[in-house]
């Protein structure tokens, strides 16, 4: 089983910036999409960004112009840079990855970013 570690989270004023970084761990596997989801309590979970191995990427309409995903395919990491935070953009963010159309989804443990106003 893949093991997705992530890191980058924290506390940070708007207007700021925060990097997050998911690398799979114990596995050799290669992911064709990677993606980042984000969950508020009381909210839905809802995609944020995803890219896949060619680097064609999708963002949530309410991240365009703000926020990047980019790949390390070499490492099977993958990144999110987060710019012009905003207080809503405060949730946990949860790394995703899966190798197929028909392979299972592979989850993060989640990384807590809290955005002051």
């Known amino acids: 089983q893949v093991q997705l570690v992530e890191s980058g989270g924290g506390l940070v004023q708007a207007g700021g910036s925060l990097r997050l970084s998911c690398a799979a761990s114990?596995?050799?596997?290669?992911?064709?999409?990677m993606g980042w989801y984000r969950q508020a309590p009381g909210k839905q979970r809802e995609l944020v960004a995803v890219?896949?191995?060619?680097?064609?990427?999708n963002y949530a309409d309410s991240v365009k112009g703000r926020f990047t995903i980019s790949r390390d395919n070499a490492k099977n990491t993958v990144f999110l840079q987060m710019n012009s935070l905003k207080p809503e953009d405060t949730a946990v963010y949860y790394c995703?990855?899966?190798?197929?159309?028909?392979?299972?989804?592979?989850w993060g443990q989640g990384t807590q970013v809290t955005v002051s106003s």
């Open positions: 995703n990855a899966k190798r197929s159309l028909f392979d299972v989804n592979y």
């Open positions: 114990k596995s050799s596997f290669s992911f064709n999409t």
């Open positions: 890219i896949v191995s060619g680097g064609s990427t």
